[in-house]
């Protein structure tokens, strides 16, 4: 009987589980192999528990003691397990979405707002590229601090690096899988293991643009606009499968549903990855028209 209990016991914590799975963010970030590694684990930290507090029951049997309470004990650790779980499953949960919302909202390069490291004033902008022109800083830094929160300038250096070595990097330096730190340190050591003239070593050794440049401003992105968008679209965009999209005029009457990103993309004359990206960053124009993720079943 006693080993009955502790398989319902198993199977129980194990069904609350998978109950409260978080579910899978379909925005690039690759969590499903963490989450299953991560499962395994705790699912072992269970298993140990229980087997060892089977040790424990069987103990307090032999000796007489009270087996209930000896149960009581082991469900109350499952419980506290199972809820430590969740409140980590949530915490991770707000995480990536905090990530995921600071890489669009990155991107989409929207409203932004600037401030002064050193006087702390604060200046709003209705674009990265407003920003950059009247505070006359580099695009490139503002991506850097809000993605890295340099407040050193490394793009300079590391383009000027790769083009004076002749090292191809991806096609943006901030998109590389290597932070702009990595990026730049492993520049500055090829200019001793590259193949290139001692002349040529002295004139990069010598050159101002080798150095980050210091700034003296931070950026958070505002971006309500898109805020709100993933507010309405949330658990669409969290869910995988198919989603339905509908085609909308400027007084937002729906011109017709489509059943897939494929149907859309078809009607569209576009590729799916292109109408993904259009959804993902609401970039939704179609002429005089715009697309949307659909709310309804069809």
Known sequence: MLKKFFNIMKKNAKLE???NEVLELEYNLDIKQYEEENKIVEDKKKENII???EIEVNDNFYYGLDIDESERNIKLKIDEIITEEKTQAISEDIFREEEYLKEIKIKRAQSIKAIDI?????QEFKTHIECSKKLKVPIDYIKENLKYGYTDYLGQAINYLSE???IELESSYIESSKTPIELFNILNNKIFTTKISEHKIDEIL???KIEPIKMHYRFECIDKEYD???KIYKDIIKRGGKKRIELVNKNDEVIKRFKSLDDCAMYLSKEKSEVVNMLKYKHT???RHE????????
């Open 51 to 53: 087997n060892n507090n």
């Open 118 to 122: 050193y006087s702390e004033v604060v």
């Open 285 to 287: 124009k179609v002429g």
């Open 206 to 208: 010598s050159s101002e």
């Open 228 to 230: 709100e968008y993933f």
């Open 17 to 19: 589980m998978k109950e």
């Open 164 to 166: 004076e070595l002749n």
């Open 291 to 298: 697309i949307r993720y659909s709310l309804k079943l069809l």
